[in-house]
DNA sequence: TGCCATAATAATGTATACATTATGACACTA
DNA sequence: TAGTGTCATAATGTATACATTATTATGGCA
């Protein structure tokens, strides 16, 4: 194995399975079309083996589809699927701002963690880096539903982040919500930090949905 | 490959991640236990690559939970992660039953694999067969998943479905609900049928939360 | 010329073999 | 005896090689 030093301790079907997503968004990879093994293991310069395993995550995930001796397919999102996604979005979200908000009562110092992702988002801005904005908006959700370390929540919030950093990164004026966004953020803490929980729901579904440039779930 | 005919052109991964979680569901493989690649390799006689690949899918749907180098482990899924659960899966279901409704305004037919499950329920219960009824009983809202043809709501109930499995299996008392579950099931179709979104809505919360064996979600 | 059968190609699917890492036993030492 | 270091074992992680399936190209035939 040739890889880079910095992942060599990393697990390696899960690397290769975030290099993919990451080629989703950066639109070297586009929904509809088809993904070939042997194509990311020479970008990656793995084997088949890991690339497999990560094909099965992703799948497993829905950011592709398999068909049975017929390869790999990049998942394709329409309005109404992002719409779909926000929709359990903000539920899965509201669950893990319960338990956080509870286990927070007992430890304070856990809200640390999200608070950190502050400076990963602000720095982010700075840099006027859409990619390390898009991952550093999701990092500050990803921190929360650790901290509310639920196995159920965990793994569907995984195959959601997916395509909410897809969708995030071919989004037209992002940047000009950066502001709005810092402020959301900085009261979703504020509320977790007084153990606000039906404050924190209203405001996690005023966040979710306030973009609104998908269309609204049809009736 | 020496496995039994009957399942030499399925998909070998998807196979083995549906043999594991019966496992589990039969009491096999407990919550918490550690689960060996060689051990399942034996039990259905292929090599560690399908089982490998298994192991990633049911990573992803949370079945399992893998340690780098270390193993997999069966997730244990305590009342509380239950209800999280069912809470999830009643937004999953209900958007499922918007789209559903929608496109059998179109095409009424479609509903008719719908109706298709309510033999195999009735056979189940006929039968007295714990695990063909959940079987049956996931099936019949599975098929309805399917229809909603969501690249969304498919992953996310693929693996709500493994735990709503093995909750159902373990759940004490289950055949006092057969009568409930057929009467609730004929009124669902009956409300898809007329495409009553809203009744339907209103009805999957009660018919998902009608066991409530589990206890209800933290404030 | 259009259609079908067949072979060549290239992909996915699986098995075997090797490499690496964790774990437990055991002896050695303080 | 408690602690520690080393080695043996067994698991996971990865690479290579082979098998099977789908696709495409090609050539024969109507």
């Keep these: 194995m040739s890889l880079a030093p ?40 793995v084997s088949r083996i890991p690339v497999r395993e990560a094909f099965r995550l992703l799948q497993a995930q829905g950011v592709i589809r398999g068909e049975p001796n ?8 329409g309005s109404e699927q992002i719409a779909e996604m926000m929709e359990v979005r903000i539920v899965v979200e509201r669950i893990a701002g319960r338990h956080v908000i509870r286990r927070s009562k007992g430890d304070p110092a856990i809200l640390d963690a999200v608070r950190r992702c502050m400076d990963a988002l602000h ?49 037209r004026r992002l940047e000009e919500s950066y502001d709005r966004s810092i402020s959301d953020h900085e009261r979703l803490i504020a ?27 049809p009736l």
């Design 6 to 45: 910095q992942f060599q301790h990393r697990n390696l079907p899960q690397h290769v399975a975030d290099h993919i997503v990451l080629l989703i968004a950066a639109g070297e990879l586009t929904p509809g079309e088809r993904v070939f093994e042997k194509d990311i293991c020479e970008r990656l310069n």
């Design 70 to 77: 017929r390869g790999s397919f990049v998942t394709e999102l």
């Design 123 to 171: 720095r982010a801005i700075r840099n006027n880096d859409r990619l390390e904005y898009c991952q550093a908006d999701l990092a500050f959700h990803s921190t929360i539903i650790e901290l509310a370390d639920s196995p159920i929540l965990q793994p569907i919030w995984e195959s959601l982040s997916r395509g909410i950093l897809v969708y995030l990164m071919q989004e």
């Design 191 to 217: 509320l977790l930090a007084t153990g606000d929980s039906k404050g924190y729901e209203a405001e996690i579904g005023r966040h979710v949905m306030a973009p609104a440039h998908f269309e609204a779930a």
